[in-house]
C-alpha cells in the first residue's frame, strides 16, 4: 500500500489489506488501530485479525505430508546432493 500511496486507506484483516476510502477520522471512530511507521503506518483491524489466526488460519507444514503435489519434489534434496558431488571438476 505505501509503494501506491494508499498506505493511509489500507486496513489489515489478518494477513490481507482492505483497502477503506474514508476519512481518518472515521477509521479512527471504527476502532482501527494505527500501526507503526516501521510496519507501513497501516491500520489494524485487531478483533478481526485474532479471530482469522485463531479460527480461521491453519499451519501445514511440508514435513508429514501424505499429499505432494509432485512426486520429483520428495527427492529434489538428495538427488541435487547427489549430483553436486558426482559432477566432474574442472
Known sequence: MGELGLHEWGVRHGLATKLML????????????????????ERFDVERSLTLYD?????RGLLGRDIWPDRRATTFPPNSTYWRSSSPTR
Do not use: I, N
Open 55 to 59: 479460527e480461521v488460519y491453519r499451519y
Open 22 to 41: 474514508r476519512p481518518q477520522e472515521e477509521l479512527d471512530e471504527l476502532g482501527y488501530t494505527e500501526g507503526p511507521p516501521e510496519l507501513g503506518a
